[in-house]
């Protein structure tokens, strides 16, 4: 069973930083392609980054040179560092992973970010 839990949002000033975890089992998470992406209730769900098996990454406009994506295939965990928070980073952010074709995403964790 996929299973992917989200951890380490919280509320913090412009230009703080926080870092996201995604604990994932019940896949062989080092094959796989793992995102981040992130929803503003009333708004549709945005694409921030992503990292390959390979660790070939993709990052959102938004987000580049701020947000670093990682991966430890050791603990089966997807991270990403944010740097540099706006304001604009309020929302809350889920981890996905496409698995035979299927979508699966945590519960999400928020983030705030106050001005």
């Known amino acids: 069973q996929v299973r992917l839990v989200e951890s380490g949002g919280g509320s913090v000033q412009a230009g703080g930083s926080l870092k996201l975890s995604c604990a994932t089992t019940g896949f062989m998470f080092d094959i796989q392609t793992m995102s981040w992406y992130r929803q503003v209730p009333g708004k549709e769900r945005e694409f921030v980054s992503e990292?390959?098996?390979?660790?070939?990454?993709k990052y959102a406009d938004s987000v580049k040179g701020r947000f670093t994506i990682s991966r430890d295939n050791n603990l089966s965990t997807l991270s990403l560092q944010m740097n540099s928070l706006k304001p604009e980073d309020t929302a809350n952010y889920y981890c996905?992973?496409?698995?035979?074709?299927?979508?699966?995403w945590g519960d999400g964790t928020l983030v705030t970010i106050s001005s």
């Open positions: 996905h992973v496409n698995y035979y074709g299927t979508d699966y």
């Open positions: 990292i390959t098996p390979r660790r070939i990454i």
